[in-house]
């Protein structure tokens, strides 16, 4: 920790660098609301297929990290797109307590469909922002983001 001194004498509601990247999700966030609703999954279950698309298979405990979800809330998610069909558990081989999750044929067909679609979406977003100011957006928030990891 720093001995530097920071000005923290600031109105919360506008001031908090929490609101404000709460609030800048939401602004990223809702325009995904149409594609979301024509697959009748929630974000964190979208989050969960796009991440799983992007990898053959992966541990629980990693997709968990990808995705920002806790572990209960991942059981959860997980359970229920299994039920749709979409995603498929495996157990470990040497753990017997751990499996791995993976996109079934459907669930890889419906994501890549959706993935085409949110490309569209991540594009007008980047468009309509900037892309050099999106860019530097996602470099701040990985610097952002050494700071939990370094805890």
């Not at 679609?117 to 530097?136: P, S």
Request: charge should be positive; aromatic fraction near 8%.
């Amino acid at each position: 920790m720093t001995s530097e001194k920071y000005n923290l004498d600031f109105k919360f509601a506008e001031h908090s660098l929490a609101l404000a990247c709460l609030r800048g999700r939401e602004a990223v966030v809702s325009n995904f609301a149409p594609l979301l609703q024509e697959l009748d999954v929630t974000e964190q279950q979208w989050r969960v297929m796009r991440i799983a698309y992007e990898y053959e298979e992966l541990p629980f405990a990693e997709l968990c990290k990808l995705c920002c979800i806790h572990k209960v809330s991942m059981a959860r998610i997980v359970s229920f797109l299994s039920e749709r069909g979409w995603i498929e558990k495996r157990k470990s081989e040497t753990d017997l307590r751990a499996y791995t999750v993976l996109l079934t044929e459907t669930g890889r067909d419906i994501t890549g469909k959706a993935v085409a679609k949110a490309q569209v979406v991540h594009g007008d977003i980047f468009a309509r922002y900037g892309q050099k100011k999106a860019e530097l957006l996602l470099e701040l928030l990985k610097d952002l983001d050494k700071i939990r990891r370094s805890v």
